[in-house]
């Protein structure tokens, strides 16, 4: 058992903890808080430089310390300067989400090297492109043929479909995040609540037992009753800031 004191983005201090224990769960380890403020310092039970390589794709951790006997030596610190490059906006005259985001989302649906998958909103491809950077095989569904213009990896298979009319087999996928589409951001002329209650009802059919899903909503859509309903189980969230009176709820499930 090793004890760490971690430095974190403070703004999302809540789902920076969440990223952590995904991530050691991605290598079999555990951790056990024990203290949030200002930094997160746990104790952590795995192999250390297992641990040391897995954070290196953390979005919100920014430094390590291992505290020996009252004593602090650092263990990482990671170069964060990517994440300042693109921030939400328009693209194209689609949405981009916050790179740093996209990673959280990608870490918080432990997507694993090798795994299959899934951003069924895929826009301009963020979310997709960090879950090819984390090796994984990657399926993008949009209902939008034009921003799938703008996705050149042919790495990515694409599909332009209504996801809840999407070819994708039952529990075929490993993992899902995505960044869902809500109000006037939205080309599907349906009702947003109903787009919701859609989307975790196919979420549900299309991920294996044992995947998670990490996805991002306005806090005035009522989520968390339609997921836990259809037999997800909640394993963290937390409010992420965006702009002006916009705050969006972060949610993972695993599908059980």
């Not at 399926?139 to 599909?159: Q, W």
């Not at 965006?242 to 705050?247: A, E, K, N, R, T």
């Not at 969006?248 to 059980?256: A, M, S």
Request: charged share 25%.
């Amino acid at each position: 058992m090793v004890e760490l004191k971690i430095e974190v983005s403070q703004d999302l201090r809540v789902l920076a903890y969440h990223e952590l224990e995904a991530l050691v769960e991605l290598i079999g380890g555990s951790l056990e808080l024990v203290s949030d403020l200002p930094n997160l310092v746990v104790n952590y039970d795995g192999n250390i430089d297992t641990l040391r390589s897995v954070l290196c794709r953390a979005a919100l951790i920014k430094r390590v310390w291992v505290i020996d006997r009252e004593k602090e030596h650092k263990l990482l610190e990671l170069d964060r300067s990517r994440y300042r490059v693109l921030r939400r906006g328009r693209e194209g005259g689609s949405v981009t989400i916050d790179l740093r985001i996209a990673r959280l989302l990608i870490n918080l649906a432990r997507v694993r090297e090798g795994s299959l998958f899934l951003d069924p909103f895929i826009g301009t491809g963020m979310i997709a492109h960090e879950a090819l950077m984390v090796g994984a095989r990657v399926v993008g569904i949009d209902i939008n043929y034009k921003p799938l213009y703008s996705i050149h990896d042919t790495y990515i298979d694409l599909i332009n479909s209504d996801f809840t009319l999407s070819p994708v087999r039952d529990e075929t996928i490993d993992s899902i995040a995505t960044d869902p589409p809500y109000n006037r951001l939205s080309i599907i002329d349906k009702d947003i609540e109903a787009l919701y209650r859609e989307f975790a009802n196919e979420a549900y059919r299309v991920l294996r037992i044992g995947g998670y899903i990490a996805f991002s909503h306005p806090t005035y859509i009522n989520a968390l009753d339609w997921f836990m309903s259809l037999g997800f189980e909640l394993v963290g969230g937390g409010l992420q800031y965006v702009h002006g009176g916009l705050s969006r709820l972060i949610y993972v499930f695993k599908k059980v």
